[in-house]
């Protein structure tokens, strides 16, 4: 067996159907007494609901985070914690809601419970991103990751059919990168393993039957696996080009990690044997269809999907290529300007790799 190094830090996690109703005592178990909900203007119904949860404890309820956690967000809803003596934040939704809790978390040292809604893994990492002049900073730091975590699948059946494809994929695209991480550890991939297995299993049958608890459930065992993968191990190739991509050409985050996958999947392949064979056990199909189903798995709501239709030039194909080997990064496959314009232009077109 190949030497490793495992860190985990440790957050406490409930989970099942009806579990956000436990909020109020996850918020007595942190010691928290003055809390702020968190959340964005398309979910003030389910904030205010969380607000009657924890009950006297809820001292603002704050519905304006929105996507990539703006510097001038982050200070409006730090202004407000401050002044109100605020000692905990109860962040209530997806990415953008968990991120804005990091971001005061960054700032304050305060303790956040967070109640995810979407599939993107937030909530398990010690990654925060804070966007300022347009230019996204992010780094790791254990004092924004969440010391509780409320997985309430119920949660999830508002999400709509091709967000919850497209947000899956994302949980699944950290899943597939932690198995050929530099730092890769026999712990993590299994988490990493299990949460394929779990999400693609799962995500078929949601679209069947979006009132499928059990497989909303098993979907957000597979998001929680992949968020624990994000936040314990590197990243690679694809996220680099999913950040570039959202970044300099303002790509939607989920949706752009469904198109590429199957492409820095493929690319990666011959590089990362160990990883491939875990993806085609977990997928079950084989080692060469592991591109192949991970497009059909992106495709299964019959939607097109590629950088065409996400609303991307063909002419910033050479840019976004340029951009994303400019600085020298981990991937088990040399990234070169070549090989990644080919990739971007696979996944311009949106074929299914073959
Ligand atoms: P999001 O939080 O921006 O949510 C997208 C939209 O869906 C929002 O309008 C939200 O209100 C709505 N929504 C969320 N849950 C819903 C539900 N159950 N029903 C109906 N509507 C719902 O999207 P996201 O994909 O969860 O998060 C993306 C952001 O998170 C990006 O900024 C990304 O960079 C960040 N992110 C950070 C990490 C990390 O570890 N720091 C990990 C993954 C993603």
């Not at 007595?28 to 404890?57: D, W």
């Not at 893994?121 to 969440?146: A, D, F, L, Q, R």
């Amino acid at each position: 067996m190949d030497p490793f190094q495992y860190v985990s830090h440790a957050n406490r996690v409930i989970f099942g159907q009806g579990k956000r109703n436990l909020a109020k005592e996850e918020l007595v178990n942190l010691g928290i007494k003055k809390a702020i909900v968190l959340s964005t203007p398309q979910q003030v119904e389910l904030a205010y609901e969380i607000g009657e949860v924890i009950g006297e404890l809820c001292g603002h309820i704050y519905t304006d985070a929105v996507q990539h956690v703006p510097i001038e967000t982050v200070k409006d809803a730090q202004s407000i914690v401050e002044k109100l003596n605020i000692d905990g934040l109860v962040a209530v939704g997806g990415g953008s809601s968990i991120g804005l809790a990091k971001a005061i978390a960054l700032n304050t040292s305060l303790p956040i419970l967070a109640i995810p809604t979407t599939y993107a893994g937030s909530e398990m990492t010690p990654v925060w991103g804070i966007t300022e002049n347009n230019i996204k900073k992010t780094g790791t730091n254990v004092v924004v990751k969440p010391k509780a975590v409320i997985y309430d699948p119920n949660l999830t059946i508002t999400l709509p059919q091709n967000f919850a494809v497209t947000s899956g994929m994302n949980a699944i695209a950290h899943c597939a990168e932690g198995l050929y991480a530099e730092n890769a550890n026999p712990i993590i991939s299994l988490y990493a393993e299990e949460g394929v297995r779990a999400l693609s299993n799962s995500l078929p049958k949601i679209i069947e039957n979006p009132d499928d608890m059990d497989a909303r459930s098993e979907a957000q065992y597979g998001t929680m696996l992949g968020g624990m993968v994000l936040g314990s191990v590197g990243m690679a190739l694809h996220h680099k080009l999913c950040h570039t991509l959202g970044g300099t050409f303002n790509l939607p985050h989920a949706e752009t990690h469904t198109v590429i996958l199957p492409y820095a999947i493929q690319y990666n392949a011959e590089h990362a044997p160990k990883a491939i064979k875990a993806l085609a056990r977990a997928l079950q199909t084989t080692e060469k269809d592991v591109p192949g189903v991970l497009f059909d798995l992106a495709h299964s709501l019959g939607i097109s999907m590629s950088l065409k239709d996400l609303g991307m030039k063909e002419s910033e194909l050479n840019q976004a290529a340029e951009l994303a080997t400019k600085n020298p990064y981990y991937n088990p496959r040399p990234v070169n300007k070549e090989g990644i314009q080919e990739l971007l232009q696979l996944a311009y077109q949106g074929k299914r790799p073959v």
